[in-house]
């Protein structure tokens, strides 16, 4: 640990370890699973959208890019504001947009009104999710903070199966004859639930030494992480304009000038947006280099796996979100048996994990290249299990990587970096591999979207790769 994190108290206002009750965790995972599941539910409703509301390609992108741009760009701001003004309030704030955006989102007469309530819920969804993790970091220790975050890593991961396979039941219900809506709607019951919970059950942190806005350093991270998703979400929809080509040239001179603004605010004693002391930590810098590859593998083949099940084989929003529930299964179980995996294991659980992983991964590729039929679904339920079980104990263990070294009082800029990191990565798979499955499969009909399929986990069995030797020389995750 450096000494500038070590010389800074870390005391806490109203919380004491082992202050989190199970009841105030479970509510906390409730708003967790909310954020992500909102981010991919709507992966299988676009068709639906388009016929109700008559949306062009680049429209129906924005209702996905729109709720995934603003949700990255806030969330380090969004842990940052409940550092200052109290994690329960700001929690409890997002967790009520949340619920208010999805009624607008579910109301919606026009895909207009449909693209500004995605922008504000995804806003919503950022100001919530950070309060989570930075809760568990402030009130819980040892064995007990491990367990609360195995379970919010099986929550963030599962609530991305959820979201799909959740929104196709929903869509192949047709409540009320009401379509697509019921997907956005079901969050006004569950949110009210949560808000009254939380009031009762979530306690009351923050930092003990709340400073003002960081106003420059926010600007010039969001200017960096709109720079390089909105021209990787939007290119392709209209079709790479001059304008979203010189993003990219922006994006590392505003990397530089965020890096250099922060630094300096941190020199000179006060509290940046994000404290460059908390990069110079081996298991901070070292678990988010894993977390990139990680999660950008995670969710391109997400995204990919529901488009090639419905474009490959003909199956319907229901038929795509069962086909990928083996790994949710399996990603859920092996979640709750991550803590005592990575206790055992310690630094060798995440190549362990990864090298599962990739066994599943690698296992998928010939099912894909000589199978790809309609018993394809039925031989990869194996391959998938596999898979999510590796996925589990991989991303559990990153996020205690990360998390280890934090100050408690730095708990809100800790798991605001790693939850931003996260869900860029995210979007960035969705974007690339996205783009490699539309290339390699072109209009080969099935056989192309099988071949576009084996590329995308080619590409996965790279990341695991680069992963595994990565984690070799990471830290404990104590």
């Avoid at 709507?42 to 062009?56: M, Q």
């Avoid at 997002?94 to 449909?114: D, M």
């Avoid at 929809?237 to 530089?256: C, D, I, K, S, Y």
């Avoid at 079980?389 to 970096?417: K, T, Y």
């Amino acid at each position: 640990m450096t000494n500038t994190l070590a010389t800074r108290p870390t005391r806490q206002r109203r919380a004491t370890p082992g202050g989190l009750t199970a009841a105030g965790l479970t509510t906390l995972l409730i708003g967790a699973a909310l954020a992500p599941i909102d981010f991919m539910v709507v992966n299988v409703a676009l068709p639906t959208i388009d016929r109700d509301l008559h949306a062009s390609t680049a429209t129906l992108e924005m209702i996905v890019a729109g709720y995934g741009i603003s949700y990255a760009l806030l969330l380090v701001l969004g842990g940052r504001l409940g550092d200052a003004f109290g994690r329960r309030r700001l929690f409890l704030t997002g967790l009520a947009a949340f619920t208010l955006t999805s009624l607008v989102c579910g109301l919606a007469p026009n895909v207009a009104t449909l693209i500004v309530a995605r922008i504000a819920q995804g806003a919503a969804g950022a100001l919530m999710l950070p309060q989570v993790l930075a809760t568990i970091q402030a009130t819980t220790t040892g064995t007990r903070r491990a367990r609360a975050i195995g379970r919010f890593g099986a929550t963030s991961g599962i609530a991305s199966l959820i979201g799909q396979v959740g929104g196709g039941l929903l869509l192949a219900a047709n409540v009320a004859d009401t379509g697509w809506r019921p997907i956005f709607l079901i969050n006004v019951p569950i949110g009210l639930t949560a808000l009254l919970l939380a009031v009762r059950t979530v306690p009351a942190t923050r930092s003990d030494r709340p400073t003002r806005a960081d106003l420059a350093g926010t600007v010039l991270l969001a200017v960096t992480v709109a720079a390089v998703l909105v021209p990787l979400t939007e290119g392709g929809a209209l079709g790479w304009p001059g304008w979203l080509l010189a993003l990219f040239a922006v994006a590392p001179v505003a990397a530089v000038a965020f890096f250099l603004t922060e630094r300096r605010i941190e020199r000179s004693g006060r509290l940046p947006l994000l404290p460059p002391s908390l990069l110079r930590l081996t298991g901070v810098r070292g678990g988010l280099l894993a977390a990139v590859p990680f999660f950008v593998g995670f969710g391109g083949f997400m995204f990919v796996y529901a488009l090639a099940m419905q474009q490959g084989l003909g199956l319907g929003p229901l038929g795509a979100g069962l086909a990928i529930s083996p790994l949710a299964v399996s990603f859920f179980a092996f979640s709750m048996l991550s803590p005592r995996l990575i206790g055992r294991f310690g630094r060798r659980a995440l190549p362990l994990g990864v090298a599962v992983q990739g066994l599943g991964v690698a296992a998928m590729i010939p099912v894909v290249l000589f199978g790809w039929s309609d018993r394809a679904p039925l031989l990869l339920i194996v391959p998938l299990v596999v898979a999510g079980a590796g996925q589990a104990v991989a991303a559990l263990s990153i996020f205690r990587i990360v998390l280890a070294e934090v100050p408690a009082d730095r708990a809100g800029a800790g798991s605001g970096i790693l939850t931003t990191t996260q869900q860029t990565a995210i979007a960035l798979g969705t974007a690339l591999l996205g783009s490699l499955y539309a290339t390699v499969a072109g209009s080969g009909g099935g056989a192309g979207a099988a071949h576009g399929m084996a590329a995308v986990l080619a590409a996965q069995l790279a990341a695991c790769a680069l992963i595994a030797a990565l984690g070799r020389r990471l830290p404990q995750p104590r």
